[in-house]
């Protein structure tokens, strides 16, 4: 398959395509509309992915389904391997307009398979209906963790955009509102206006995010602890609190095995 990169040459109409992604930690990258819908899934780590003013943390064996003529970003802390089916603009008006998945069924591995690539080029239809039969039938995971964000004009937008993606940087309250050029008081206040919870409340739900990208890398609980400036045991009560699951028990349910950190 043919490496990829975010903003692909627009596809001819009648065309599905399978193609790979990596993406370094600390990148952003832009996905400007398109003619033709993908369904991303994430096959090492774990990205933000932002529609709007709305971004979703998505982990390994998950999945998102992003509509044709929608911009979205992906935001990666540390590091994410994508797969993506695209899917041609004459089979891109489905019934499915947004889908987020925590795990992607049998199914849907499948039809990202390299194996598949054959069904695409004898039958790009009939992919695209099996793809969006799945999307309706899936349900989204209840850990779901989403952020607000702020405008792209917005004074906060420049510091949010930077403590998705260095998220063990000092983000002290004072440190960030030093970053930002306010007081911790005006700070605060911009969150709660723009996104309607406090900076430390918004922070928290970066770090979650974060923790489990890492985590889904195969990076050492401990590791990820000091990273994002916690002690283990408090980074799992953290974690525990957020997600439902203790670290460790996260990691066997995602089908993780935690080791050294990749290069």
Same mark, same amino acid.
Do not use: Q
């Given at each position: 398959m043919s490496a990829s990169?975010?903003?692909?040459?627009p596809m001819s109409d009648d065309v599905c395509r399978l193609s790979d992604l990596r993406l370094g930690p600390g990148t952003r990258h832009d996905i400007a509309p398109d003619t033709g819908g993908r369904f991303v899934q994430v096959q090492s780590g774990g990205v933000w992915i932002a529609s709007a003013r709305r971004a979703y943390c998505v982990t390994l064996g998950g999945g998102m389904w992003l509509?044709?003529?929608?911009?979205? %970003?992906?935001? +990666?802390?540390? /590091? &994410?391997a994508l797969r993506e089916l695209r899917i041609a603009p004459a089979f891109?008006?489905?019934?499915?307009?947004?889908?987020?998945?925590?795990?992607?069924?049998?199914?849907l591995a499948s039809l990202l398979s390299e194996s598949a690539s054959q069904a695409l080029a004898r039958s790009p239809a009939a992919v695209?209906?099996?793809?969006?039969?799945?999307?309706?039938?899936?349900?989204?995971?209840?850990?779901?963790?989403?952020?607000?964000?702020?405008s792209s004009s917005s004074r906060i937008a420049a510091l949010c955009d930077a403590m998705i993606l260095d998220p063990g940087r000092d983000t002290r309250l004072e440190a960030l509102a030093d970053r930002a050029c306010v007081s911790v008081r005006t700070l605060h206040r911009l969150f709660v206006d723009e996104l309607?919870?406090?900076?430390?409340?918004? %922070?928290?739900? +970066?770090?979650? /995010? &974060?923790?489990?990208?890492?985590?889904?890398?195969?990076?050492p609980v401990s590791v990820v602890a000091?990273?994002?400036?916690?002690?283990?045991?408090a980074f799992s009560t953290f974690f525990k609190s957020?997600?439902?699951?203790a670290p460790n028990h996260w990691l066997a349910n995602q089908g993780v095995?935690?080791?050294?950190?990749?290069?």
């Open positions: 990169l975010p903003n692909s040459p509509p044709a003529s929608i911009a979205h %970003r992906l935001y +990666v802390p540390y /590091g &994410a891109s008006d489905g019934p499915v307009h947004s889908a987020r998945i925590a795990r992607c069924s049998a199914m695209a209906s099996l793809l969006f039969g799945e999307l309706e039938a899936a349900r989204e995971g209840a850990w779901e963790i989403a952020l607000d964000m702020p309607g919870v406090g900076a430390g409340r918004w %922070r928290r739900t +970066v770090l979650t /995010g &974060a923790a489990m990208g890492a985590l889904a890398l195969g990076m000091r990273e994002l400036g916690f002690t283990p045991s957020h997600v439902g699951w095995k935690a080791g050294p950190r990749p290069v």
